[in-house]
């Protein structure tokens, strides 16, 4: 997974939960909805067994490469499962879809105008090296994060005006009047280190040194871009809270890395390690067949997903002045058949991907109406007039509609654009310009996607190319927005927040490592993006969520790609699931092994 992905991911962990702890001292979490599902007295979350046998160990793998166990920062690439080694404030659970419940904090204070939030620290909490975990710690984390770390934290944070340290174990928030209460819960999900170890370490230092950290796990054996070890830590402080319960059964978890993801796959049905999320079709629909199956010694899950599907596709950099004009996007989109690729390539497994929020109630339907249409009239003049008298829809070549008649129309918003077709090729009539542009991928699993979308693409004239990097060298290109175009995937939550300013907003757009890979400069995105974040209530949260989404849709920065309604996993039955599996999430530290005296070799 590459360091783009995961930065993906973790902003979607800070997401998924928002605001309401009924005001009083004392709430043990916090929910937008104004109702826990767990009370102050919950022993467990209910998607866990409580009895799960501790020991043995969970093998995994990593793609591509690391060289650094510093998640933090731009600078190298850091090893898989290392941001688990380290404990926030609140962990949310994943059968709720906006609420966070006391981890290093055992109580959070509200104020009732969502001004300032307050975590009292468990005196009990110590790093792994015995010292204590301080107010002064979670202050110094909280602002090196913001000040040095990766870009979304200072995009999340940005509405965090003071923090206080009130004592020993007591931190507070304040915040800009009025914003998205979600940020009282997103202050309570980074990670947490220690201020002296970093401090004499380095927080910029990108290298192999173990950092300090204070969560279940620490780092073990491990091999420069081979593999990682993380090693449960024994009594250690939180293994007894609600909500660790029942998680973190594993005595070891290793990661394996691998740089091709047709030999991971090889190496999980030789059972180099136990457990594979399969993201590939024809994989799942027909390489099933080896012995272990049979014997079911292999067994495949498919798991409802509740959350917003991520919205995959194939990105434009609009930094490219190629990728400027809208009407070239939307052209270059209808060259891909995605009807062809599911029946041929997918085996049906997918639905087309027609909204950033797709798979929830967020994503917008129709043509705007009411409350919706009225964010939206004011900048009428600046909105393709479409999006107010049509729905969104992904080009389809299902019949009626056809390939042929998709390239028609793009062939036609070309020439509005000032691209004709001379002897073969796409030219632009005043620069003279041949339009040719690159793929750029990190595994050869679009191969044969890529290559109907460029044979379709030549019928219009343009010459598009794949080119295939590792994945190090993939992530630091589109970290340098060195690219044309690019698989790109963006985490949504039920209740995005501050997220969507580092995801396309102007001012995001050209940091180092951002996530708005597409380039987004837009003063209405802009808008939008604000009044998201400054929604006051669950209605209103939704309408000006579908708006941004219309706006982003018919921007056409992408060409959408599809998603599933399940995650697929298979796994050897030497490791073993809880019966119920949460709808917001598959949470792999709830499971455990069935051979608990297995140690790592």
């Known amino acids: 997974m590459t360091k783009i992905i995961i930065s993906l991911l973790t902003m979607w962990l800070m997401g998924i939960a928002s605001l309401h702890a009924g005001h009083e001292k004392g709430a043990h979490g916090l929910s937008i ?85 307050i975590y009292y620290l468990r005196p009990e909490a110590i790093h792994h ?27 999340t944070y940005k509405d965090v005006t003071k923090t206080q340290a009130l004592d020993q174990h007591t931190v507070k928030f304040s915040f800009t009047p009025q914003v998205n209460g979600d940020l009282a819960v997103m202050v309570g999900q980074f990670p947490i280190f220690s201020k002296t170890f970093m401090e004499k370490h380095g927080f910029e230092r990108a290298d192999l040194t173990p950092l300090l950290a204070n969560g279940p796990y620490k780092v073990g054996k491990f091999k420069a871009g081979r593999y990682v070890t993380y090693d449960r830590v024994k009594n250690w402080w939180g293994e007894k809270f609600p909500t ?72 434009f950099n609009t930094r490219r002045d190629l990728f400027k004009d809208r009407r070239v996007r939307e052209a270059i989109g209808m060259a891909f058949d995605f009807e062809w690729c599911n029946t041929h390539l997918w085996h049906n497994l997918y639905t087309r991907t027609q909204s950033y929020f797709d798979r929830s109630p967020l994503a917008s339907r129709g043509i705007p109406k009411g409350e919706e249409l009225a964010l939206l009239e004011p900048f009428r003049k600046d909105l393709p007039p479409e999006l107010f008298t049509s729905p969104f829809r992904a080009p389809s070549t299902t019949p009626p509609s056809s390939i042929r008649e998709n390239l028609k129309k793009a062939k036609a918003l070309l020439s509005q654009a000032g691209w004709h077709v001379k002897n073969n090729q796409l030219v632009h009539e005043k620069s003279g310009q041949i339009f040719a542009f690159e793929f750029l991928l990190h595994t050869r699993v679009f191969e044969r996607v890529l290559q109907g979308f460029i044979n379709n693409l030549k019928i219009l ?95 056409h920065y992408l060409v959408p790609n599809f998603y599933s309604f399940h995650t697929r996993i298979a796994h050897w039955n030497n490791i073993s699931h809880p019966e119920t599996f949460p709808p917001y999430g598959v949470d792999t530290m709830t499971w455990w092994s069935n051979v608990p005296t297995l140690k790592e070799k």
């Open 33 to 117: 909805y104004g109702t826990l599902k767990y009370p102050k007295d919950f022993k467990h979350f209910d998607y866990v067994n409580p009895h799960a046998p501790k020991g043995g160990i969970l093998r995994l793998s990593g793609y591509g490469t690391f060289d650094s166990f510093n998640p933090f920062i731009l600078k190298g690439m850091a090893a898989a499962g290392s941001q688990m080694i380290f404990v926030t404030l609140i962990q949310p659970s994943q059968d709720e879809s906006a609420t966070g419940y006391g981890y290093l904090a055992h109580t959070i204070e509200v104020a009732p105008d969502r001004s300032w939030v």
């Open 129 to 155: 090296d015995g010292s204590p975990i301080t107010a002064e710690d979670v202050i110094y984390s909280f602002t090196t994060l913001v000040e040095k770390g990766t870009p979304q934290y200072k995009a």
């Open 244 to 315: 660790n319960v029942g998680r973190h059964n594993f005595d070891h978890i290793r990661y394996d890395y691998f740089r091709d993801q047709e030999v991971t796959f090889e190496a999980f049905k030789n059972h180099t390690f136990d457990m594979h999320m399969d993201n590939i079709a024809k994989n799942w629909s027909t390489g099933y067949t080896f012995p272990a199956v049979k014997a079911k010694k292999v067994l495949k899950l498919e798991i409802p997903n509740k959350t917003p599907a991520i919205m995959q596709g194939f990105s």
């Open 461 to 555: 004239g343009i010459k598009a190319q794949m080119r295939i990097v590792d994945p190090t060298q993939y992530v630091k290109m589109l970290e340098s927005y060195n690219f044309d175009m690019a698989v790109s995937g963006v985490v949504q939550s039920l209740n995005p927040g501050n997220e969507q300013r580092h995801y396309w907003h102007s001012a995001e757009a050209d940091l180092p490592g951002g996530s708005n890979i597409a380039g987004i400069k837009d003063p209405v995105v802009d808008h939008f993006v604000e009044l998201v974040i400054s929604a006051s209530s669950a209605e209103e949260l939704r309408t000006r969520v579908r708006a941004l989404d219309r706006v982003l849709l018919w921007g």
